[in-house]
Antibody, heavy 121, light 109 residues
């Protein structure tokens, strides 16, 4: 079945750029039915949607993070990536990637296992 | 837009039923039939249990059900079991964005 796996540094210094990659296995990232997303969860807090991308590369961003976030896709590697610039301690979180169905049904499934990123000097 | 509002915690005894509310606005929960719910055990990734307000994915127990009235969605778990103890997150499509609730910790007494 479809599986997603996040990868990237677990520690990022303040003001630097956080970069994560999600590798999709068990299926193709090229699909007109689904999109691909990043969602994060600060320690002990709720979930926050960060960004969405289609296989063709059309991005959608959370307005609260727009300007610092870039999402991209590499169909040749069956991967999509997240870049978050000028990070602060508030960006410390577990970052999840997931598949997204927009219409006619709306859901996130499956999710990757999550990647903890700590922002600290 | 603000996050959706959920109670921080709920509890119930085995066999009982509990309901978790998720309150938004006419721009999100009330405006679309695109509310989903996710179960999250400690240290694990969220798992889809309800989508499109009241639909259950394949493999999810009938004990989980969802509904919506106005700007408030609800998740009901009947016949509580020890394995249901987890965090539950609601989620709503909101046009240009997607909103989550703060999460509700369910304790099975």
């Amino acid at each position: 079945q479809l599986q997603l796996q996040e990868s990237g540094p677990g520690l990022v210094k303040p003001s630097e750029t956080l970069s994560l990659t999600c590798t999709v296995s068990g299926g193709s990232i090229i699909s007109s039915s689904y999109f691909w997303v990043w969602i994060r969860q600060p320690p002990g807090k709720g979930l926050e949607w960060i960004a969405t991308i289609s296989y063709s590369g059309t991005p959608y961003y959370n307005p609260s993070l727009k300007g610092r976030v870039t999402i991209s896709v590499d169909t040749s590697k069956n991967q999509f990536s997240l870049s978050l610039t000028s990070v602060t301690a508030a960006d410390t979180a577990v970052y999840y990637c997931a598949r997204y169905s927009y219409k006619p049904t709306n859901w996130f499934d499956p999710w990757g296992q999550g990647s903890l990123v700590t922002v600290s000097s | 837009q603000s996050a959706l509002t959920q109670p921080a915690s709920v509890s119930g005894s085995p066999g009982q039923s509990i309901t978790i509310s998720c309150t938004g606005s006419s721009s999100d929960v009330g405006g679309y039939n695109y509310v989903s719910w996710y179960q999250q055990h400690p240290g694990k990734a969220p798992k889809l249990i309800i989508f499109d307000v009241s639909q259950r994915p394949s493999g999810i127990s009938y004990r989980f059900s969802g509904s919506k009235s106005g700007n408030t969605a609800s998740l009901t778990i009947s016949g509580l079991q020890a394995e249901d103890e987890a965090d539950y997150h609601c989620c709503s499509y909101a046009d240009i964005t997607t909103l989550f609730g703060g999460g509700t910790r369910l304790t099975v007494l």
